[in-house]
């Protein structure tokens, strides 16, 4: 059964390819365990049908899948230009003016952002995903800056903007985004994800604002600036601050360099496995399948990389959002999933998983070593909050995690967590045991060639006491 069951799981980006209920459900049931709406794209009327259409589908497969918000933070984008190009070449001195302006073809570019509160004089600045560079000469106004080009190229309407350099302050909760956790507060979301974190703080102001909201949401910190990886501290702070990481590689690459992206990846694989934390790799894992029904070697090699070194889920973007292929993607993305955790094992990391989880940290690594050590079949976890799957899922035991919780949205949140099959079932003291027979009686847990029993390890606690105290090995 565990060769058939995927650790490493998929996150989708939902979009104009996918944007109906029948492709929603089909990616679903081909293997998507969670789904990510972007802010930056469509309008709330969409996302509310998108969230009706996902829940609908995993209804109907049986499953938890989760639901994340991507707020767009600070996205500096050009304005809009004339003829929707503009020619650049080195030398050329270009003002972006964030006042309202109409391009007219020349070197004075609508910006979408009021550059000239932030940046300093010799800051580097480069647009449309690095392809043209320039330095910043000068502060022309309090809404306008010059800067030099560097390089030959071009720019086009909406392109964004990137400045590794700048300190935003703190202040990368945009208008927007503030606007998009409002509303999304009385949304069904399992996670919202904060873009161009820098540091601590950043995570502590959205947890706050989405508490103000009444929403449960978790936060996923995107890390994708210079100043978050400035230093080995501030990325750990980071991570222990936030419910999960997504290792933006994008807008990393241009902010401090594609040559940082794969060392940058394994530190914050290895930390989020340290800490227990949601670890999602995200950008151009299949790029190709936007046009090709096949990836290239490299691409397979890529998620290959990231099933090994032990990330809770891989995702797709423009894949999902705007591909040709979509449904193929996925299926593909599996099929390298599978074949990779079958034929190898996880890289080890230099740490344990931390100590801060104090009883039930120990309790869940004693539950994943006596799960290997009498070869079970899969390890049945019985949570409230989830912590105590998320905690096992940190040992990354070699074997499925079948979670069962009362609460349908820790089920939803566990449901990107490695290894972890998450169900909502009415609370009982067997309710673990009882899903374990019913699954099997499905098809969907199965024995060994030649038995007829299951052998599960189950964990589990007292509802009236707090935290995780029992381990229980049963036949099924």
């Known amino acids: 059964m565990s060769r058939l069951f995927k650790r490493t799981k998929i996150l989708a980006t939902i979009g104009p390819s996918t944007n109906t209920k029948e492709m929603i459900e089909d990616i679903i049931m081909a293997g998507v365990n969670g789904c990510r709406l972007n802010c930056s794209h469509g309008s709330n009327e969409e996302r509310d049908q998108q969230i009706k259409w996902i829940r609908e589908a995993a209804a109907k497969k049986g499953r938890s899948v989760t639901i994340l918000q991507d707020l767009q933070g600070p996205k500096i984008r050009l304005g809009m230009l004339k003829d929707n190009h503009l020619d650049l070449k080195k030398g050329d001195e270009v003002i972006l003016e964030s006042a309202e302006y109409e391009h007219d073809g020349g070197l004075t570019v609508p910006v979408q952002y009021n550059l000239a509160e932030k940046v300093k004089v010799g800051e580097p600045l480069s647009m449309f995903d690095g392809k043209v560079k320039a330095n910043i000469t000068e502060i022309v106004s309090d809404t306008a800056i010059k800067a030099e080009i560097l390089n030959d190229g071009f720019i086009m309407s909406k392109k964004g903007i990137n400045l590794p350099d700048t300190d935003f302050g703190g202040d990368i909760l945009t208008e927007k985004d503030r606007a998009d956790i409002e509303y999304g507060a009385n949304c069904d979301y399992d996670y919202v994800s904060l ?121 797709l973007s423009d894949e999902t959002a705007n591909g040709k292929y979509p449904l193929e993607t996925v299926k593909e993305m599996k099929k390298v999933i599978l074949y990779t955790q079958n034929h190898s094992r996880l890289a080890p990391i230099k740490e344990s998983p931390s100590d801060e989880f104090g009883i039930y940290g120990a309790i869940s690594n004693a539950t994943a070593r006596l799960a290997e050590e009498i070869c079970a079949d899969v390890i049945i976890c019985q949570t409230a909050s989830g912590d105590t799957a998320t905690a096992i899922a940190a040992e990354r035991p070699n074997l499925p995690i079948v979670t069962v919780t009362s609460n349908q949205r820790v089920a939803n949140q566990l449901a990107l967590i490695y290894a972890n099959s998450a169900f909502c079932r009415p609370y009982s003291e067997d309710f673990g045991f009882d899903l374990a027979k019913e699954l099997k009686a499905s098809g969907y847990l199965q024995t060994k060639e030649g038995l007829k029993d299951l052998l599960v390890v189950i964990v589990s606690g007292d509802k009236n006491k707090a935290g995780t105290d029992t381990i229980k090995v049963r036949n099924v």
């Open 195 to 315: 873009s161009f974190v820098q540091s601590v703080n950043d995570i502590l102001k959205l947890k706050q604002l989405l508490l103000s909201y009444g929403s449960q949401a978790k936060v996923i910190a995107k890390i994708e600036t210079k100043k978050a990886i400035s230093s080995e501290q501030n990325l750990e702070a980071i991570v222990k601050a936030a419910d999960g990481i997504m290792v933006a590689r994008g807008d990393m690459a241009v902010e401090a360099g594609a040559e940082v992206v794969p060392i940058v990846q394994r530190k914050l694989v290895a930390l989020c496995r340290k800490h227990a934390k949601l670890c999602i790799v995200a950008t151009q894992m299949l790029s190709s399948m936007v046009e090709n029904p096949e990836p290239t070697r490299a691409e397979v090699s890529d998620v290959a990389t990231a099933v090994l070194q032990g990330a809770d889920a891989v995702m």
